[in-house]
Protein backbone atom coordinates (compact mmCIF):
# COMPACT_ATOMS: atom_id res chain seq x y z
CA UNK A 1 0.00 0.00 0.00
CA UNK A 2 3.01 2.43 0.99
CA UNK A 3 4.64 1.50 -2.08
CA UNK A 4 1.24 2.56 -4.53
CA UNK A 5 1.10 5.65 -2.98
CA UNK A 6 4.61 6.26 -3.42
CA UNK A 7 4.89 5.39 -7.03
CA UNK A 8 1.39 7.20 -7.68
CA UNK A 9 3.21 10.11 -6.15
CA UNK A 10 5.87 9.79 -8.42
CA UNK A 11 3.23 9.70 -11.25
CA UNK A 12 1.89 12.59 -10.08
CA UNK A 13 5.12 15.11 -9.94
CA UNK A 14 5.99 13.73 -13.85
CA UNK A 15 2.61 14.10 -14.80
CA UNK A 16 2.19 17.64 -13.22
CA UNK A 17 6.14 18.37 -15.00
CA UNK A 18 5.08 17.31 -17.91
CA UNK A 19 2.29 19.85 -17.78
CA UNK A 20 4.04 22.49 -16.70
CA UNK A 21 6.04 21.75 -19.86
CA UNK A 22 3.53 21.96 -21.85
CA UNK A 23 2.34 24.62 -20.29
CA UNK A 24 5.35 26.70 -20.96
CA UNK A 25 5.51 25.92 -24.72
CA UNK A 26 1.64 27.50 -24.99
CA UNK A 27 2.58 30.37 -23.27
CA UNK A 28 5.91 31.30 -25.52
CA UNK A 29 4.18 30.23 -28.26
CA UNK A 30 0.91 32.24 -27.83
CA UNK A 31 3.29 34.97 -26.53
CA UNK A 32 4.45 34.86 -29.94
CA UNK A 33 1.34 34.44 -32.44
CA UNK A 34 -0.33 37.76 -30.17
CA UNK A 35 2.55 40.25 -30.75
CA UNK A 36 2.39 38.88 -34.59
CA UNK A 37 -0.38 39.81 -35.36
CA UNK A 38 1.49 43.66 -35.59
CA UNK A 39 4.36 42.42 -37.55
CA UNK A 40 2.82 40.17 -40.09
CA UNK A 41 1.85 42.49 -42.44
CA UNK A 42 6.31 42.94 -43.13
CA UNK A 43 7.15 39.45 -42.76
CA UNK A 44 4.70 38.32 -44.84
CA UNK A 45 6.48 38.44 -48.28
CA UNK A 46 9.58 36.97 -46.84
CA UNK A 47 10.38 33.24 -47.00
CA UNK A 48 9.13 30.72 -44.90
CA UNK A 49 11.91 29.74 -42.14
CA UNK A 50 12.00 26.85 -39.55
CA UNK A 51 14.54 25.33 -37.62
CA UNK A 52 16.49 26.57 -33.87
CA UNK A 53 18.97 28.65 -33.58
CA UNK A 54 21.31 28.65 -30.04
CA UNK A 55 22.36 31.81 -29.27
CA UNK A 56 24.71 32.38 -26.20
CA UNK A 57 27.60 34.00 -24.04
CA UNK A 58 28.03 37.87 -23.25
CA UNK A 59 25.73 38.69 -20.64
CA UNK A 60 25.73 42.28 -21.52
CA UNK A 61 24.39 41.40 -25.35
CA UNK A 62 21.84 39.30 -24.08
CA UNK A 63 19.15 41.27 -23.39
CA UNK A 64 19.12 42.56 -27.13
CA UNK A 65 19.80 39.23 -28.49
CA UNK A 66 16.65 38.25 -27.00
CA UNK A 67 14.80 41.34 -27.70
CA UNK A 68 15.25 40.64 -31.36
CA UNK A 69 15.03 36.94 -30.79
CA UNK A 70 11.72 37.57 -29.89
CA UNK A 71 11.02 39.41 -32.51
CA UNK A 72 12.52 37.51 -35.20
CA UNK A 73 10.33 34.07 -33.65
CA UNK A 74 7.08 35.97 -34.15
CA UNK A 75 7.91 36.81 -37.89
CA UNK A 76 8.68 33.46 -38.31
CA UNK A 77 6.59 31.27 -36.25
CA UNK A 78 8.46 28.25 -37.02
CA UNK A 79 11.66 29.24 -35.69
CA UNK A 80 13.00 28.42 -32.29
CA UNK A 81 15.72 30.69 -31.28
CA UNK A 82 17.02 29.97 -27.50
CA UNK A 83 18.95 32.87 -25.96
CA UNK A 84 21.43 31.83 -23.12
CA UNK A 85 23.77 33.82 -20.81
CA UNK A 86 26.96 32.15 -19.72
CA UNK A 87 29.56 34.89 -20.54
CA UNK A 88 32.00 36.07 -23.58
CA UNK A 89 34.19 33.13 -22.76
CA UNK A 90 32.00 30.71 -22.96
CA UNK A 91 30.24 32.24 -25.72
CA UNK A 92 33.40 32.06 -27.66
CA UNK A 93 34.19 28.43 -26.43
CA UNK A 94 31.05 27.45 -27.25
CA UNK A 95 30.75 28.64 -31.04
CA UNK A 96 34.29 27.07 -31.42
CA UNK A 97 33.13 23.92 -30.85
CA UNK A 98 30.03 23.94 -32.53
CA UNK A 99 27.97 23.73 -29.74
CA UNK A 100 26.18 27.48 -29.64
CA UNK A 101 24.91 28.60 -33.27
CA UNK A 102 25.77 32.20 -32.29
CA UNK A 103 28.63 32.75 -29.55
CA UNK A 104 28.10 36.37 -28.20
CA UNK A 105 30.98 38.56 -27.08
CA UNK A 106 32.19 42.16 -25.84
CA UNK A 107 35.54 41.23 -26.85
CA UNK A 108 37.24 40.01 -30.20
CA UNK A 109 38.24 36.64 -30.71
CA UNK A 110 41.81 37.35 -31.60
CA UNK A 111 42.24 38.99 -28.00
CA UNK A 112 41.24 35.15 -26.23
CA UNK A 113 45.09 33.49 -27.08
CA UNK A 114 43.43 29.71 -27.78
CA UNK A 115 40.23 30.59 -29.76
CA UNK A 116 41.13 30.22 -33.70
CA UNK A 117 39.68 33.39 -34.45
CA UNK A 118 40.41 33.09 -38.03
CA UNK A 119 37.66 29.99 -38.28
CA UNK A 120 34.60 32.03 -36.89
CA UNK A 121 33.21 35.48 -38.99
CA UNK A 122 32.65 38.50 -36.72
CA UNK A 123 29.14 40.15 -37.06
CA UNK A 124 29.65 43.57 -35.35
CA UNK A 125 26.05 43.85 -33.75
CA UNK A 126 26.11 46.87 -32.12
CA UNK A 127 28.71 49.75 -30.06
CA UNK A 128 28.73 50.03 -26.55
CA UNK A 129 30.37 53.17 -24.69
CA UNK A 130 31.35 53.04 -21.12
CA UNK A 131 32.96 55.52 -18.73
CA UNK A 132 34.10 55.80 -15.60
CA UNK A 133 31.22 56.02 -12.58
CA UNK A 134 32.07 58.09 -9.55
CA UNK A 135 30.32 58.79 -6.45
CA UNK A 136 29.19 62.32 -5.91
CA UNK A 137 30.42 63.12 -2.85
CA UNK A 138 33.85 62.74 -4.43
CA UNK A 139 33.46 66.32 -6.40
CA UNK A 140 34.81 65.16 -9.92
CA UNK A 141 32.59 66.12 -13.08
CA UNK A 142 35.86 65.08 -15.12
CA UNK A 143 39.53 63.73 -15.11
CA UNK A 144 41.86 63.93 -17.62
CA UNK A 145 43.02 60.42 -18.84
CA UNK A 146 46.42 60.94 -16.80
CA UNK A 147 44.50 61.98 -13.71
CA UNK A 148 41.96 58.70 -14.08
CA UNK A 149 45.09 56.35 -14.46
CA UNK A 150 46.45 57.69 -11.26
CA UNK A 151 43.47 57.06 -9.87
CA UNK A 152 43.54 53.63 -11.03
CA UNK A 153 46.45 52.21 -10.33
CA UNK A 154 46.21 53.93 -6.87
CA UNK A 155 49.12 56.47 -7.28
CA UNK A 156 46.63 59.11 -5.94
CA UNK A 157 44.45 58.20 -2.76
CA UNK A 158 42.58 61.15 -2.01
CA UNK A 159 40.13 63.23 -4.46
CA UNK A 160 41.54 66.07 -3.50
CA UNK A 161 44.54 65.36 -5.59
CA UNK A 162 42.81 65.90 -8.73
CA UNK A 163 40.55 68.50 -7.88
CA UNK A 164 37.87 66.85 -5.78
CA UNK A 165 36.96 66.95 -2.08
CA UNK A 166 38.58 65.35 0.31
CA UNK A 167 37.09 62.08 0.13
CA UNK A 168 39.42 58.92 0.41
CA UNK A 169 39.65 57.09 -3.28
CA UNK A 170 37.78 53.76 -3.44
CA UNK A 171 38.35 51.40 -6.62
CA UNK A 172 35.22 48.61 -8.35
CA UNK A 173 36.94 46.45 -10.18
CA UNK A 174 35.71 43.81 -12.63
CA UNK A 175 36.77 40.45 -12.52
CA UNK A 176 39.28 39.09 -14.99
CA UNK A 177 38.70 38.71 -18.48
CA UNK A 178 35.53 40.40 -18.38
CA UNK A 179 34.75 42.63 -21.63
CA UNK A 180 34.22 45.94 -19.72
CA UNK A 181 37.16 45.47 -17.54
CA UNK A 182 39.33 44.56 -20.92
CA UNK A 183 37.79 47.51 -22.89
CA UNK A 184 38.21 50.03 -19.95
CA UNK A 185 41.90 48.66 -19.27
CA UNK A 186 42.67 49.39 -22.78
CA UNK A 187 40.98 52.48 -23.56
CA UNK A 188 41.19 54.60 -20.55
CA UNK A 189 43.92 52.97 -18.58
CA UNK A 190 45.96 52.37 -22.04
CA UNK A 191 46.42 49.17 -20.72
CA UNK A 192 47.87 49.75 -16.71
CA UNK A 193 46.87 47.37 -14.51
CA UNK A 194 44.15 48.51 -12.49
CA UNK A 195 45.23 48.46 -8.73
CA UNK A 196 43.18 46.54 -5.99
CA UNK A 197 39.64 46.89 -5.04
CA UNK A 198 36.32 45.68 -4.42
CA UNK A 199 35.41 42.95 -7.66
CA UNK A 200 32.05 43.02 -8.62
CA UNK A 201 30.37 41.13 -11.59
CA UNK A 202 27.15 42.61 -12.21
CA UNK A 203 26.89 46.01 -13.17
CA UNK A 204 23.78 46.37 -10.98
CA UNK A 205 25.62 45.56 -7.90
CA UNK A 206 28.43 47.99 -9.26
CA UNK A 207 26.48 51.01 -9.36
CA UNK A 208 24.92 49.70 -6.00
CA UNK A 209 28.01 49.82 -4.59
CA UNK A 210 29.11 53.39 -6.03
CA UNK A 211 26.25 55.00 -5.04
CA UNK A 212 26.23 54.38 -2.15
CA UNK A 213 29.75 54.57 -0.89
CA UNK A 214 31.76 57.86 -0.99
CA UNK A 215 34.26 58.55 -2.85
CA UNK A 216 34.06 55.11 -4.46
CA UNK A 217 34.91 55.04 -8.85
CA UNK A 218 34.43 52.31 -10.99
CA UNK A 219 32.75 52.00 -14.69
CA UNK A 220 29.88 50.81 -16.94
CA UNK A 221 28.19 50.81 -20.07
CA UNK A 222 26.63 54.00 -20.79
CA UNK A 223 23.11 52.75 -20.42
CA UNK A 224 23.08 52.31 -16.76
CA UNK A 225 23.27 55.95 -16.32
CA UNK A 226 20.10 56.31 -15.72
CA UNK A 227 19.80 58.66 -12.67
CA UNK A 228 22.06 60.80 -10.65
CA UNK A 229 22.80 58.51 -7.96
CA UNK A 230 26.45 57.89 -9.75
CA UNK A 231 28.22 61.17 -11.81
CA UNK A 232 28.93 59.92 -15.39
CA UNK A 233 32.66 60.97 -16.03
CA UNK A 234 34.00 62.89 -18.78
CA UNK A 235 37.41 62.21 -19.88
CA UNK A 236 40.27 65.09 -20.91
CA UNK A 237 36.87 67.62 -21.13
CA UNK A 238 34.85 65.47 -23.58
CA UNK A 239 31.31 64.36 -22.12
CA UNK A 240 30.48 60.64 -22.50
CA UNK A 241 27.71 60.26 -24.68
CA UNK A 242 26.57 58.46 -27.39
CA UNK A 243 27.66 61.46 -30.42
CA UNK A 244 31.26 61.54 -28.49
CA UNK A 245 32.05 58.13 -29.34
CA UNK A 246 30.10 57.98 -33.05
CA UNK A 247 32.13 60.94 -33.87
CA UNK A 248 35.59 59.38 -32.36
CA UNK A 249 36.10 61.80 -29.68
CA UNK A 250 35.37 59.79 -26.79
CA UNK A 251 37.85 56.79 -26.67
CA UNK A 252 36.17 53.95 -24.30
CA UNK A 253 33.64 52.40 -26.76
CA UNK A 254 33.59 48.45 -27.49
CA UNK A 255 32.19 46.44 -30.56
CA UNK A 256 29.33 43.63 -29.21
CA UNK A 257 30.08 40.60 -31.57
CA UNK A 258 27.87 37.78 -32.86
CA UNK A 259 30.51 34.85 -34.05
CA UNK A 260 29.34 32.11 -36.13
CA UNK A 261 31.54 29.06 -36.98
CA UNK A 262 32.62 29.84 -40.56
CA UNK A 263 29.36 30.63 -42.65
CA UNK A 264 26.37 30.54 -41.29
CA UNK A 265 23.76 28.35 -42.60
CA UNK A 266 20.77 30.16 -44.44
CA UNK A 267 18.69 30.10 -40.90
CA UNK A 268 21.07 31.62 -39.03
CA UNK A 269 22.52 34.24 -41.57
CA UNK A 270 19.04 35.33 -41.92
CA UNK A 271 18.41 36.43 -38.38
CA UNK A 272 22.09 38.36 -38.81
CA UNK A 273 20.69 39.73 -41.47
CA UNK A 274 17.65 40.82 -39.37
CA UNK A 275 19.82 42.13 -36.51
CA UNK A 276 21.71 44.20 -38.71
CA UNK A 277 18.81 45.32 -40.30
CA UNK A 278 17.60 49.31 -39.70
CA UNK A 279 14.17 48.04 -37.83
CA UNK A 280 16.61 46.29 -35.13
CA UNK A 281 19.58 49.20 -35.48
CA UNK A 282 17.51 51.64 -34.76
CA UNK A 283 14.80 50.00 -32.52
CA UNK A 284 15.94 47.16 -30.18
CA UNK A 285 19.38 48.48 -30.14
CA UNK A 286 18.53 51.81 -29.06
CA UNK A 287 16.10 51.01 -26.78
CA UNK A 288 18.25 48.47 -24.76
CA UNK A 289 20.94 51.25 -24.63
CA UNK A 290 23.00 50.20 -27.45
CA UNK A 291 24.36 52.62 -30.25
CA UNK A 292 24.00 51.18 -33.79
CA UNK A 293 27.12 50.33 -35.46
CA UNK A 294 25.67 52.66 -38.36
CA UNK A 295 25.77 55.51 -36.50
CA UNK A 296 29.65 54.94 -36.09
CA UNK A 297 31.69 57.49 -37.94
CA UNK A 298 35.15 55.31 -36.76
CA UNK A 299 35.73 51.84 -36.67
CA UNK A 300 38.31 49.67 -35.01
CA UNK A 301 39.94 46.75 -35.69
CA UNK A 302 40.99 43.41 -33.62
CA UNK A 303 44.41 45.27 -32.53
CA UNK A 304 42.55 48.51 -31.17
CA UNK A 305 43.63 50.76 -33.93
CA UNK A 306 40.68 53.03 -34.55
CA UNK A 307 40.45 54.65 -38.37
CA UNK A 308 38.09 56.94 -39.83
CA UNK A 309 35.49 55.35 -41.56
CA UNK B 1 -3.52 -5.61 -3.24
CA UNK B 2 -1.12 -6.30 -6.08
CA UNK B 3 -1.08 -10.03 -5.38
CA UNK B 4 -5.03 -10.61 -5.81
CA UNK B 5 -4.55 -9.04 -8.88
CA UNK B 6 -2.22 -11.17 -10.14
CA UNK B 7 -3.59 -14.25 -8.93
CA UNK B 8 -6.87 -13.27 -10.55
CA UNK B 9 -5.97 -12.63 -13.40
CA UNK B 10 -3.58 -15.53 -14.05
CA UNK B 11 -5.99 -18.28 -14.90
CA UNK B 12 -8.04 -16.21 -17.37
CA UNK B 13 -4.97 -15.54 -19.96
CA UNK B 14 -5.08 -18.21 -23.05
CA UNK B 15 -1.33 -18.52 -23.66
CA UNK B 16 -0.38 -21.04 -20.77
CA UNK B 17 3.88 -20.58 -21.51
CA UNK B 18 3.24 -16.34 -20.91
CA UNK B 19 1.62 -16.61 -18.22
CA UNK B 20 4.18 -19.21 -16.56
CA UNK B 21 6.81 -16.66 -17.84
CA UNK B 22 5.00 -14.12 -15.86
CA UNK B 23 4.60 -16.11 -13.18
CA UNK B 24 8.10 -17.06 -12.85
CA UNK B 25 9.62 -16.24 -15.37
CA UNK B 26 12.28 -12.67 -15.80
CA UNK B 27 9.34 -10.19 -16.66
CA UNK B 28 7.91 -11.57 -12.70
CA UNK B 29 11.14 -11.17 -11.40
CA UNK B 30 11.15 -7.44 -11.96
CA UNK B 31 7.31 -6.82 -12.18
CA UNK B 32 5.97 -8.29 -9.00
CA UNK B 33 6.08 -5.51 -5.83
CA UNK B 34 7.63 -8.53 -4.06
CA UNK B 35 10.59 -9.13 -6.08
CA UNK B 36 13.80 -9.88 -4.20
CA UNK B 37 15.30 -9.60 -7.20
CA UNK B 38 13.76 -6.36 -8.29
CA UNK B 39 14.46 -4.83 -5.13
CA UNK B 40 18.38 -5.61 -4.88
CA UNK B 41 18.92 -4.04 -8.51
CA UNK B 42 17.39 -0.82 -7.81
CA UNK B 43 19.05 -0.76 -4.49
CA UNK B 44 22.52 -1.60 -6.20
CA UNK B 45 22.01 0.71 -8.99
CA UNK B 46 21.43 3.41 -6.31
CA UNK B 47 24.72 2.52 -4.54
CA UNK B 48 27.06 2.57 -7.41
CA UNK B 49 25.56 5.35 -9.07
CA UNK B 50 26.60 7.25 -6.26
CA UNK B 51 29.91 5.60 -6.12
CA UNK B 52 30.62 6.27 -9.97
CA UNK B 53 29.73 9.93 -9.16
CA UNK B 54 31.84 10.48 -6.63
CA UNK B 55 34.76 8.97 -8.27
CA UNK B 56 33.99 10.79 -11.85
CA UNK B 57 33.55 13.72 -10.23
CA UNK B 58 37.33 13.27 -8.57
CA UNK B 59 38.69 12.26 -11.57
CA UNK B 60 37.80 15.15 -14.34
CA UNK B 61 38.45 17.61 -12.02
CA UNK B 62 41.83 16.40 -11.24
CA UNK B 63 42.27 15.65 -14.60
CA UNK B 64 41.27 19.56 -15.55
CA UNK B 65 42.94 21.07 -12.57
CA UNK B 66 46.30 19.58 -13.32
CA UNK B 67 46.36 21.06 -16.89
CA UNK B 68 47.26 24.42 -15.69
CA UNK B 69 50.83 22.50 -14.14
CA UNK B 70 51.20 19.80 -16.82
CA UNK B 71 50.30 21.59 -20.15
CA UNK B 72 50.36 25.30 -19.03
CA UNK B 73 53.78 24.79 -17.16
CA UNK B 74 52.70 26.82 -14.18
CA UNK B 75 54.33 26.17 -11.09
CA UNK B 76 52.75 24.09 -8.56
CA UNK B 77 54.33 25.65 -5.46
CA UNK B 78 54.13 29.37 -6.96
CA UNK B 79 51.15 28.75 -7.72
CA UNK B 80 49.84 27.81 -4.04
CA UNK B 81 52.49 30.17 -2.50
CA UNK B 82 51.95 33.34 -5.06
CA UNK B 83 50.18 36.09 -3.70
CA UNK B 84 49.94 37.82 -7.21
CA UNK B 85 46.75 36.72 -9.11
CA UNK B 86 46.64 39.10 -12.45
CA UNK B 87 46.02 36.58 -15.17
CA UNK B 88 45.35 39.47 -17.33
CA UNK B 89 48.40 41.42 -17.07
CA UNK B 90 49.52 41.34 -21.08
CA UNK B 91 53.40 40.95 -20.08
CA UNK B 92 54.17 38.71 -17.30
CA UNK B 93 50.81 37.30 -16.00
CA UNK B 94 51.14 35.77 -12.79
CA UNK B 95 48.99 32.95 -10.63
CA UNK B 96 49.50 33.28 -7.21
CA UNK B 97 46.16 31.80 -5.55
CA UNK B 98 47.73 31.77 -2.00
CA UNK B 99 44.63 34.94 -1.37
CA UNK B 100 41.87 32.86 -1.87
CA UNK B 101 43.51 29.62 0.00
CA UNK B 102 43.96 31.98 2.63
CA UNK B 103 40.62 33.83 2.18
CA UNK B 104 38.75 30.64 1.73
CA UNK B 105 40.12 29.32 5.06
CA UNK B 106 39.83 32.55 6.81
CA UNK B 107 35.78 32.81 6.13
CA UNK B 108 35.61 29.56 7.29
CA UNK B 109 37.63 29.43 10.36
CA UNK B 110 35.75 32.61 11.42
CA UNK B 111 32.28 31.63 10.51
CA UNK B 112 33.02 28.85 13.09
CA UNK B 113 33.79 30.84 15.66
CA UNK B 114 30.76 32.90 14.77
CA UNK B 115 28.42 30.30 14.50
CA UNK B 116 29.65 27.04 16.67
CA UNK B 117 29.15 29.11 21.01
CA UNK B 118 25.66 30.13 19.01
CA UNK B 119 24.67 27.05 18.14
CA UNK B 120 25.65 24.68 20.50
CA UNK B 121 23.66 26.84 22.84
CA UNK B 122 20.37 26.85 20.78
CA UNK B 123 20.88 22.95 21.06
CA UNK B 124 21.06 23.08 24.59
CA UNK B 125 18.39 25.41 24.88
CA UNK B 126 16.19 22.92 23.37
CA UNK B 127 17.05 19.49 24.29
CA UNK B 128 17.91 20.29 27.74
CA UNK B 129 15.93 23.31 28.91
CA UNK B 130 12.95 23.38 27.16
CA UNK B 131 12.19 20.04 25.94
CA UNK B 132 8.37 20.27 25.49
CA UNK B 133 8.98 23.67 23.78
CA UNK B 134 11.58 23.79 22.12
CA UNK B 135 10.93 20.80 19.90
CA UNK B 136 7.28 22.61 18.76
CA UNK B 137 8.76 25.80 17.94
CA UNK B 138 12.47 26.16 17.58
CA UNK B 139 13.05 22.91 15.56
CA UNK B 140 10.59 24.22 12.72
CA UNK B 141 12.66 27.73 13.28
CA UNK B 142 15.79 26.14 12.37
CA UNK B 143 14.57 24.12 9.47
CA UNK B 144 13.35 27.47 8.21
CA UNK B 145 16.21 28.95 8.62
CA UNK B 146 18.04 26.38 6.57
CA UNK B 147 15.56 26.27 3.62
CA UNK B 148 16.62 30.02 3.02
CA UNK B 149 18.06 30.12 -0.41
CA UNK B 150 21.96 31.24 -0.01
CA UNK B 151 21.32 34.33 -2.30
CA UNK B 152 18.83 35.81 0.49
CA UNK B 153 21.56 35.67 2.85
CA UNK B 154 24.05 37.14 0.43
CA UNK B 155 21.34 39.61 -0.14
CA UNK B 156 20.45 40.77 3.20
CA UNK B 157 24.40 40.94 4.21
CA UNK B 158 24.96 43.42 1.04
CA UNK B 159 22.01 45.47 2.66
CA UNK B 160 22.54 45.25 5.97
CA UNK B 161 25.69 43.36 7.32
CA UNK B 162 28.11 45.72 4.71
CA UNK B 163 26.77 49.41 5.80
CA UNK B 164 27.07 48.19 9.73
CA UNK B 165 30.03 47.51 9.04
CA UNK B 166 31.21 50.41 7.23
CA UNK B 167 29.18 52.70 9.40
CA UNK B 168 30.86 51.57 12.66
CA UNK B 169 34.46 50.31 11.65
CA UNK B 170 34.98 52.13 8.72
CA UNK B 171 36.41 50.60 5.32
CA UNK B 172 33.99 49.95 2.69
CA UNK B 173 32.16 47.43 4.33
CA UNK B 174 32.89 44.91 2.06
CA UNK B 175 35.28 42.41 4.53
CA UNK B 176 36.47 39.02 5.73
CA UNK B 177 34.09 40.05 8.66
CA UNK B 178 31.39 40.40 6.40
CA UNK B 179 31.57 37.33 4.94
CA UNK B 180 31.93 35.30 8.00
CA UNK B 181 29.15 36.77 9.84
CA UNK B 182 27.07 36.29 6.80
CA UNK B 183 28.35 32.17 6.16
CA UNK B 184 28.41 31.93 10.17
CA UNK B 185 24.66 32.57 9.90
CA UNK B 186 24.06 30.25 7.05
CA UNK B 187 25.78 27.71 9.12
CA UNK B 188 24.19 28.05 12.40
CA UNK B 189 21.14 25.96 12.15
CA UNK B 190 23.26 23.09 10.28
CA UNK B 191 25.18 23.02 13.39
CA UNK B 192 22.32 23.52 15.61
CA UNK B 193 20.38 20.41 14.32
CA UNK B 194 23.22 18.23 14.35
CA UNK B 195 24.86 19.26 17.99
CA UNK B 196 20.89 19.30 19.33
CA UNK B 197 20.72 15.35 17.89
CA UNK B 198 24.26 14.31 19.34
CA UNK B 199 22.85 16.15 23.05
CA UNK B 200 19.90 14.05 22.41
CA UNK B 201 21.94 10.92 22.03
CA UNK B 202 23.56 11.56 25.38
CA UNK B 203 22.00 9.09 27.60
CA UNK B 204 19.51 10.07 30.34
CA UNK B 205 21.08 7.86 33.32
CA UNK B 206 24.38 10.15 32.92
CA UNK B 207 21.95 13.08 34.07
CA UNK B 208 20.19 11.10 36.25
CA UNK B 209 23.70 10.13 38.15
CA UNK B 210 24.65 13.86 37.70
CA UNK B 211 21.33 14.90 40.27
CA UNK B 212 21.84 12.10 42.41
CA UNK B 213 24.65 13.48 43.56
CA UNK B 214 23.45 16.60 44.12
CA UNK B 215 24.61 18.76 40.65
CA UNK B 216 22.51 21.65 39.34
CA UNK B 217 21.52 21.80 36.43
CA UNK B 218 23.72 24.01 35.01
CA UNK B 219 26.49 21.73 36.57
CA UNK B 220 25.06 18.82 34.74
CA UNK B 221 24.98 20.50 31.33
CA UNK B 222 28.37 22.36 31.35
CA UNK B 223 29.88 18.56 33.61
CA UNK B 224 28.58 15.91 32.38
CA UNK B 225 26.19 16.46 29.14
CA UNK B 226 28.66 18.63 26.80
CA UNK B 227 31.82 16.12 27.84
CA UNK B 228 29.32 13.31 26.73
CA UNK B 229 28.47 14.70 23.52
CA UNK B 230 31.64 16.18 22.91
CA UNK B 231 33.48 14.73 19.85
CA UNK B 232 29.97 14.47 18.53
CA UNK B 233 29.80 18.16 19.02
CA UNK B 234 32.97 19.19 16.98
CA UNK B 235 31.53 17.11 14.12
CA UNK B 236 28.64 19.04 13.86
CA UNK B 237 30.82 22.12 13.79
CA UNK B 238 33.20 20.56 10.98
CA UNK B 239 30.38 19.50 9.45
CA UNK B 240 29.09 23.36 9.48
CA UNK B 241 32.62 24.51 8.12
CA UNK B 242 32.46 22.23 5.12
CA UNK B 243 29.38 23.96 4.05
CA UNK B 244 31.02 27.18 4.84
CA UNK B 245 33.96 26.40 2.80
CA UNK B 246 31.66 25.92 -0.29
CA UNK B 247 29.56 28.31 -0.17
CA UNK B 248 30.14 31.03 -3.03
CA UNK B 249 27.34 33.26 -3.93
CA UNK B 250 26.15 35.00 -0.57
CA UNK B 251 29.95 35.05 0.46
CA UNK B 252 30.82 36.81 -3.40
CA UNK B 253 27.87 39.81 -2.54
CA UNK B 254 29.60 40.85 0.73
CA UNK B 255 33.51 39.96 0.40
CA UNK B 256 34.96 42.20 -1.75
CA UNK B 257 36.49 40.03 -3.98
CA UNK B 258 39.07 41.54 -3.59
CA UNK B 259 42.67 39.77 -4.58
CA UNK B 260 45.38 41.20 -2.79
CA UNK B 261 45.90 39.34 0.96
CA UNK B 262 43.53 40.71 3.73
CA UNK B 263 45.53 42.55 6.82
CA UNK B 264 42.58 42.93 8.82
CA UNK B 265 38.80 41.38 9.17
CA UNK B 266 37.95 44.82 8.26
CA UNK B 267 39.56 44.31 4.62
CA UNK B 268 38.24 43.16 1.34
CA UNK B 269 38.96 39.56 0.15
CA UNK B 270 38.31 36.60 -1.82
CA UNK B 271 37.99 33.17 -1.36
CA UNK B 272 38.27 30.25 -4.12
CA UNK B 273 35.09 29.70 -4.85
CA UNK B 274 33.98 33.91 -5.16
CA UNK B 275 37.11 33.56 -7.69
CA UNK B 276 35.63 30.51 -9.77
CA UNK B 277 32.12 32.14 -10.16
CA UNK B 278 33.33 35.76 -10.86
CA UNK B 279 35.98 34.37 -13.97
CA UNK B 280 34.65 31.23 -15.19
CA UNK B 281 32.01 32.65 -17.64
CA UNK B 282 34.45 35.32 -19.18
CA UNK B 283 37.41 32.95 -19.58
CA UNK B 284 37.79 30.54 -22.86
CA UNK B 285 38.06 26.90 -22.47
CA UNK B 286 41.87 25.42 -22.32
CA UNK B 287 42.80 29.08 -21.58
CA UNK B 288 45.56 29.49 -18.81
CA UNK B 289 42.78 31.80 -16.96
CA UNK B 290 40.43 28.63 -17.23
CA UNK B 291 42.81 25.77 -16.12
CA UNK B 292 44.03 27.88 -13.35
CA UNK B 293 40.76 28.21 -12.52
CA UNK B 294 40.39 24.44 -12.54
CA UNK B 295 43.47 24.19 -10.39
CA UNK B 296 41.62 26.36 -7.99
CA UNK B 297 38.04 23.91 -7.89
CA UNK B 298 40.92 20.88 -7.34
CA UNK B 299 42.47 22.28 -4.29
CA UNK B 300 38.82 23.31 -3.35
CA UNK B 301 38.12 19.55 -3.46
CA UNK B 302 41.20 18.65 -1.58
CA UNK B 303 40.92 20.53 1.37
CA UNK B 304 37.07 19.51 1.43
CA UNK B 305 38.52 15.86 1.94
CA UNK B 306 40.83 16.95 4.78
CA UNK B 307 37.04 17.65 6.41
CA UNK B 308 35.64 15.00 5.46
CA UNK B 309 38.37 12.95 6.72
CA UNK B 310 39.06 15.12 10.14
CA UNK B 311 34.73 14.15 10.65
CA UNK B 312 35.51 10.27 9.91
CA UNK B 313 38.45 10.05 12.37
CA UNK B 314 36.24 12.38 14.73
CA UNK B 315 33.27 9.72 14.94
CA UNK B 316 35.58 6.80 14.49
CA UNK B 317 37.14 8.10 18.23
CA UNK B 318 33.46 8.74 19.48
CA UNK B 319 32.58 5.08 19.08
CA UNK B 320 35.81 3.70 20.55
Known sequence: ?309 | MGINKTMAGAPSNKDPKLSLLKEKGLIKRFTDHYSESRGRLIIYISASLMIIAVVAITLFLTVQGLRSFVIDRLNVWSFVTGTEWYPDRENNPSFGAFPFIFGSIAVTLLSAVIAAPVAVGCAIFMTELTKKWGQRVLQPVIEILVGIPSVVYGLIGLSVIVPFIKQYFGGSGFSLLAGSLVVGIMILPTVASIAADSIRSVPDTLREASYAIGATKWQTIWRVVIPAAGSSLITAIVLGMSRAFGEALAVQMVVGNARGLPTSIFDPAATLTTIITLSMGNSTYGSVLNDALWSLGLILLMISYIFIVIIRFLSKRRKA
Not at chain 1, 153 to 159: L, M, R, S
Not at chain 1, 181 to 204: K, V, W
Open chain 1, 1 to 309: MKKKSFLATALFLVLSFVLALGACGNGSGSGASGSDSSGSASSSSSENLSGKITIGGSTALQPLAAQAAQDFMSKHPDVQIDVQGGGSGTGLSEVSAGNFDIGMSDVFAESKSNIDASALKDYKVAVVGMTAAVNPKAGVKNLSKEDLQKVFTGKVKNWKEVGGKDVKVELVNRPDGSGTRATFDEFALDGETPAEGITQDSTNTVKKIISEHDGAIGYMAFSYFTDDSVVKLSIDGVEATDENVASGKFPVWAYEHMYTKGDPSPLVKSFIDYMMSDEVQNGAVKDTGYMPVTDMKVERDAEGKQTEK
